[in-house]
């Protein structure tokens, strides 16, 4: 259960900063990029771009692995190696064995004239 507990903390973080990443780019070329005109910096325009787009695919990546690992580590239930959708199924009730009700209400046996005074 800590495991999937853990995998799922990256998956939420790995989100969490592909939203920042996306939400800094810009298609027509703004973003993070434009901000960075001056001609002493270290990274250019270009530059800065193609680590957004790098950054944006690895976290796509890593948050594809992670949700794969966090699917083989779902921790299941100790009292059977069944899912709960296989239990349903074998406890489920045949229709068809479900009694029927009666559609008349029965005559009174022992006293015929009972409502009848």
């Not at 027509?28 to 680590?51: E, P, V, Y």
């Not at 796509?60 to 779902?74: D, Q, S």
């Not at 959708?85 to 209400?105: K, V, Y």
Request: aromatic letters at 6%; a neutral charge.
């Amino acid at each position: 259960m800590g495991v999937y507990i853990f995998i799922s903390a990256l998956v939420l973080i790995a989100c969490f900063l592909q939203i920042l990443v996306v939400l800094v780019q810009n298609s027509k070329g703004g973003g993070l990029s434009a901000n960075f005109t001056s001609t002493g910096q270290s990274m250019g325009i270009r530059k800065t771009a193609d680590f957004l787009e790098k950054s944006t695919w690895s976290l796509a990546g890593a948050i594809v692995v992670l949700c794969l690992l966090a699917t083989a580590t779902i921790p299941r239930g100790a009292s059977s190696g069944r899912s709960r959708i296989e239990n349903q199924i074998q406890n489920a009730i045949d229709p068809n064995a479900i009694p029927t009700l009666p559609t008349s209400i029965p005559f009174n046996t022992t006293n015929p004239l009972e409502g009848d005074n």
